[in-house]
Structure formats: structure tokens, C-alpha cells
């Protein structure tokens, strides 16, 4: 598979990149994109909910009124949970909510996610470039030459540039990273994958180990 090379202008260089049919070419699986962006989106959860169970809850621990002859339902202490101000039931807990899954699977959920996106032609290779300063105009006026200005896009970079990085943080619904950042959640939420050159072959080599 091949694909053209543009400047940050938009225009066709002339110059053409030969991608790796193992990544690009592949019937996408959806179910190992579905198991890593699960995974992906459950290591974001902070999981440090917590309510008090009856134990934890700092009242009298006498008994509020006689076992019997009172015509009600016996009642042994105020931190029972059906009276307000007692513990809760079966409360939420501090916890982890990652799970695990094997490397392949991770591979060919990224592999599959790059396939997906080469089939809905929603891939642009771009010449490396830099900004000289961090300045969030620059990075608008490549997003403006591509027609891409309220379109989630997303920047591959071979390794950070801050340049790049700073120039981009501001404009909503425009992410950058690297190839080695790179995650399968942000290669399904973006609408356009722009790559650059250079990070091609990096990708390549990893995902084809």
C-alpha cells in the first residue's frame, strides 16, 4: 500500500510512502479493539469512591430502645443502615479497575485500529516539520491548509517535540504524541490520523517485532 506525502500546506509533495501491509492491510478485529480501549479507559478510573459501613460510622453503640413491647421492629443500634445517618449497605470501595491482557492482543488491537482508519482513507502522511516558538497559530495554519480546522485529528510524532506539542494543547479536538504513546483509544476517537514521515518506520518496527 502506498500513500502520498504532503507538506503542512496540504500539497502533494509528489513523494509516496510504501506502508506495511501487516499494519495497515489487516481485516481490523474489532473485539481486540473493544478488549484495548476497555483496558485503556478502566487504568483512567481512579477508583477512590468510598462510603462508610456501619462499622465506620462514629455514633452511640447503645441500644436505642427496648427489644420488645414497643410495636415496631427491633432496632439494635443508631448505625443501622436503615435509619439516615447509618452506614450504607454493601458501600463502594477503593479499588483498581485494570484488568489484563496479552501483548499480541495489544498489538493487533493497534495493528487493527491503523487497518480501520486505512480503509476509510482517514490516514495523511505528512513531511517531518517544527515550529521555531510554541505558538498555537501555527499549529491552526497547518490544521486550516489540511481543512481539518473541526475535525479530531490526531499528530504521530517520532519522539516530542515541544514545539509542536504547546502549539497544538489549546485547539480543541487536536491531540499530538508519539509513536511510542500512541494508544488504540486515541486512534479510534480521531476522526483523521496525520503521521509523520519520519515516524513511519518506527511504527513499523514495533509493531512488527
Same mark, same amino acid.
Given at each position: ?142 490544521? /486550516?491548509?489540511?481543512? @481539518?480546522?473541526?475535525?479530531?485529528? %490526531? !499528530? #504521530?510524532?517520532? &519522539?516530542?517535540? +515541544? ?19 500512541? /494508544?488504540?483509544?486515541? @486512534?479510534?476517537?480521531?476522526?483523521? %490520523? !496525520? #503521521?509523520?514521515? &519520519?515516524?513511519? +518506520? ?8
Amino acid at each position: 500500500m502506498e500513500l502520498s506525502v504532503l507538506n503542512i500546506k496540504g500539497e502533494d509533495t509528489g513523494k509516496k510512502v510504501s506502508v506495511s501491509e501487516e499494519i495497515f492491510g489487516i481485516e481490523p478485529n474489532t473485539h481486540a479493539i473493544y478488549l484495548d480501549v476497555k483496558l485503556y479507559l478502566a487504568n483512567q478510573r481512579q477508583g477512590t469512591h468510598k462510603s462508610k459501613e456501619r462499622a465506620e460510622i462514629n455514633h452511640s453503640t447503645r441500644k436505642i430502645k427496648k427489644q420488645k413491647g414497643t410495636g415496631g421492629a427491633r432496632a439494635g443500634s443508631i448505625k443501622s443502615p436503615v435509619f439516615v445517618g447509618g452506614g450504607r449497605i454493601f458501600g463502594p470501595r477503593p479499588r483498581d479497575y485494570g484488568f489484563k491482557i496479552n501483548k499480541k492482543v495489544k498489538v493487533l488491537a493497534r495493528k487493527s485500529a491503523f487497518s480501520a482508519k486505512a480503509q476509510s482513507d482517514s490516514i495523511s502522511v505528512l513531511e517531518a516539520f517544527s515550529f521555531d516558538a510554541p505558538k498555537t497559530k501555527s499549529y491552526l495554519n497547518v490544521l /486550516n491548509s489540511l481543512a @481539518l480546522v473541526n475535525t479530531k485529528t %490526531l !499528530l #504521530i510524532l517520532p &519522539s516530542v517535540d +515541544s514545539n509542536v506539542y504547546l502549539s497544538s494543547r489549546n485547539i480543541p479536538k487536536a491531540k499530538v504524541t508519539t509513536v511510542d504513546a500512541v /494508544n488504540t483509544y486515541d @486512534l479510534m476517537y480521531a476522526d483523521r %490520523l !496525520l #503521521i509523520s514521515e &519520519s515516524a513511519l +518506520s518506527i511504527l513499523e518496527t514495533q509493531l512488527n517485532k
